[in-house]
């Protein structure tokens, strides 16, 4: 460690789960994040909602504060963990017009305005580090940005959200339903009260808009990501899954389409249980990412928790610490490709289709009719029974690759088609 440098301060904004482990983490290594940098880190200050609100790792007053503005201009570097648009986005816009390097887990500000936070910190010569942005404690920014920079990342399928995971994970191996599978997450700490932007799959969503900008280096939005969450998830999709040897997971699919285009969507997922993916259990999260010349890479690791999430942040301040110190340019976002986002109807993909169909005679004959007028060609279709009470039985088709345009014509019909009493389920397919 060089004696003649002032000590690098640091701003922490926000000191929550993840804050207040941040904070804990630099006081107790201060030591040896010393030698490290090159410099001793000192917390400048804290900022937060509340001075009385409990925390998970007491700091004492003396940090403390209300003043944004305080924190934001006494710092060299600016750690924004406060979560949410507004006010972040202004405290990250002063904080780089300041000068200050800014480190952020912040994906929904990422997800809605990167490009505008990316665009001023190039302006000003600073730096955005946001690893922790994605799957929490799992190294996946950096790799893309930097040690896959001289590669062609062509897709990426990521398990990015613990909740949903956890979620699926217990519907299969206990037999609960979703509801009840969903409780016990609440229960355990892993779904907020409000378990809507995880079910629903919008915090996968905003995860894939920066995988996708990043890995393709194009600005891609949250809206443009298409969104399906684990709602509608069942047994019956859970137990088809299994009878076909596939397991069903909530995945993030960004990828390259063609030469032009781009495309992401969130969405339950059967994937094949040879499949790495399929080994991704309880609330664990997992980064595939297949490129040209790397071929298939697995990210695996905890995806959330304020210690582990802490340790992201942590990697993120030790390099800007290093750039303070050391100067450089660094690695600006890059959106020169500017390839275009395709729409949900245009992609192409497998689907298992689960039908209640009557029990008579000549209804496969009708079925497959209409997967061949619109050219749908099937991989395989089991026939099972319901209960013994029953008049009707389940068809359950998997597919070969086809639109999705083409598959929601097929919906249509299949609705329209008496002997179908009920379409029970469709699922894309992926990963075979
Ligand atoms: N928790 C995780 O496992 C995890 C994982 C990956 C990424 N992240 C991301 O990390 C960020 C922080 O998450 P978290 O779980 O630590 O959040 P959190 O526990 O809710 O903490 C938020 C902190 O920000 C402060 N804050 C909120 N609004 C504020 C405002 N308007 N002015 C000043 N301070 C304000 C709060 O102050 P008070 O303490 O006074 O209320 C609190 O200290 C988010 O962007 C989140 O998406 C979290």
Redesign the pocket.
């Known amino acids: 460690m060089r004696a003649d440098y002032r000590p690098i301060r640091i701003g922490l904004?926000?000191?929550?789960?993840?804050?207040?482990?941040v904070f804990k983490l630099i006081q107790n290594d201060s030591e040896e994040l010393a030698h490290r940098v090159g410099a001793k880190l000192e917390i400048s200050g804290?900022?937060?909602?509340?001075?009385?609100?409990d925390?998970?790792y007491d700091i004492p007053k003396s940090f403390l504060t209300?003043d944004?503005e305080s924190v934001i201009l006494g710092s060299d570097i600016v750690v924004?963990?406060?979560?949410?648009i507004?006010?972040?986005l202004d405290y990250i816009r002063t904080a780089l017009e300041s000068g200050s390097d800014v480190v952020?887990?912040?994906?929904?500000?990422l997800a809605n305005h990167g490009p505008e936070i990316f665009e001023l910190a190039e302006r000003v010569g600073a730096q955005v580090y946001y690893e922790?942005?994605v799957?929490?404690a799992i190294p996946i920014i950096r790799p893309l940005r930097e040690s896959l920079a001289g590669d062609k990342v062509t897709r990426i399928m990521g398990i990015v959200n613990g909740t949903t995971n956890f979620i699926l994970d217990q519907m299969e191996s206990t037999g609960a339903s979703f509801e009840d599978s969903l409780q016990k997450a609440q229960q355990l700490g892993y779904a907020e009260a409000d378990p809507t932007a995880d079910v629903g799959g919008f915090?996968a969503a905003a995860k894939a808009a920066i995988l996708s900008s990043l890995a393709f280096h194009t600005e891609v939005h949250i809206d443009d990501v298409y969104t399906e969450g684990i709602e509608k998830i069942t047994q019956l999709d859970i137990e088809s899954a299994k009878e076909a040897d596939y397991t069903v997971k909530l995945l993030a699919v960004c990828e390259r389409v063609g030469k032009d285009s781009i495309a992401a969507r969130v969405h339950p997922t059967l994937i094949p249980v040879s499949h790495p993916l399929a080994s991704v259990r309880g609330a664990f999260n997992a980064v595939f990412v297949e490129s040209e010349a790397s071929g298939e890479l697995m990210f695996y690791g905890a995806?959330?928790?304020?210690i582990?999430?802490a340790s992201?942040?942590l990697g993120d301040v030790v390099m800007a610490s290093k750039r303070h110190l050391g100067g450089g340019s660094g690695l600006n976002e890059s959106s020169h490709a500017k390839l275009e986002i395709m729409p949900i109807d245009d992609i192409v993909t497998r689907y298992q289709i689960s039908l209640e169909v009557k029990d008579q005679s000549g209804v496969l004959a009708v079925i497959a009719s209409m997967f061949a007028d619109l050219d749908i060609s099937v991989e395989t279709l089991e026939q099972s029974t319901i209960d013994s009470d029953s008049d009707n039985v389940m068809l359950t088709i998997i597919t070969h690759e086809t639109s999705e345009r083409s598959l929601q014509k097929l919906i249509e019909k299949l609705n329209s088609q008496d002997q179908v009493v009920d379409i029970r389920g469709q699922i894309r397919v992926e990963g075979v």
């Open positions: 904004l926000g000191a929550g789960s993840v804050g207040s482990q804290v900022l937060v909602r509340s001075l009385d609100a925390r998970d209300t944004a924004e963990l406060i979560g949410g507004q006010p972040a952020t887990a912040n994906k929904t500000l922790a942005s799957a929490g915090d995806g959330a928790g304020g582990e999430t992201a942040v």
